[in-house]
T-cell receptor, first 114, second 116 residues
Framework: DSGVTQTPKHLITATGQRVTLRCSPR?????VYWYQQSLDQGLQFLIH???????AKGNILERFSAQQFPDLHSELNLSSLELGDSALYFC?????????????FGPGTRLTVL | AQSVTQPDIHITVSEGASLELRCNYS??????LFWYVQSPGQGLQLLLK??????LVQGIKGFEAEFKRSQSSFNLRKPSVHWSDAAEYFC??????????????FGAGTQVVVTP
């Protein structure tokens, strides 16, 4: 158990819908990262938040947005869902966000878009 | 283009045999290097990481990795594999630029199957 929690574990929805994935980092960690794992794209970095501020952005679609709240939990919002958005979404956290940090991964949220 | 390559998609190894997983990177400078393992239905767990210094890095679960600058490689090894090592293994790099701290770039992964 990494100490990172993600809810829900599974999510099934339809095209065009909007969903919110939630992540609670390890106690004391200030950084939260989001990754997408799909069969065709592999593991891709989406976005990094540090203490409420966006720190780095990857190949995140405009339909996707994220935020980190004052209590440091984070939410990833996915809208106008398409079939291709079906994937495993991981959240990770780390103490400070520096490159030497170890990122601790949650168990993931499996999103299925029908 | 910048990339992380794991040439072997799938490796089958007998229990007790040695294992070596290959990872090559293509970047202008030496990035920070990581190996993660993903067991079925689980998140990723860090096995080891390399930033600088001794090029042979020891990790958890009996794994080690060797950084070779001349070959742009960071191969993962284990001398004797256990059935519980069956999993998918990912090599990752952090470019360590000011706008990409913590942005891990992953290889495609190597699926390891352990036979009795």
């Amino acid at each position: 158990d990494s100490g990172v929690t993600q809810t829900p574990k599974h999510l099934i929805t339809a095209t065009g819908q909007r969903v919110t994935l939630r992540c609670s980092p390890r106690s004391g960690d200030l950084s939260v990262y989001w990754y997408q794992q799909s069969l065709d794209q592999g593991l891709q970095f989406l976005i990094h938040y540090y203490n409420g501020e966006e720190r780095a952005k990857g190949n995140i679609l405009e339909r996707f947005s994220a935020q980190q709240f004052p209590d440091l939990h984070s939410e990833l919002n996915l809208s106008s869902l398409e079939l291709g958005d079906s994937a495993l979404y991981f959240c990770a956290s780390s103490p400070s966000g520096g490159g030497t940090d170890t990122q601790y991964f949650g168990p993931g949220t499996r999103l299925t878009v029908l | 283009a910048q990339s992380v390559t794991q040439p072997d998609i799938h490796i089958t190894v007998s229990e007790g045999a040695s294992l070596e997983l290959r990872c090559n990177y293509s970047y202008g400078a030496t990035p920070y290097l990581f190996w993660y393992v993903q067991s079925p239905g689980q998140g990723l767990q860090l096995l080891l990481k390399y930033f600088s210094g001794d090029t042979l890095v020891q990790g958890i679960k009996g794994f080690e990795a060797e950084f070779k600058r001349s070959q742009s490689s960071f191969n993962l090894r284990k001398p004797s594999v256990h059935w519980s090592d069956a999993a998918e293994y990912f090599c990752a790099v952090d470019l360590m630029t000011t706008d990409s701290w913590g942005k891990l770039q992953f290889g495609a992964g190597t699926q390891v199957v352990v036979t009795p």
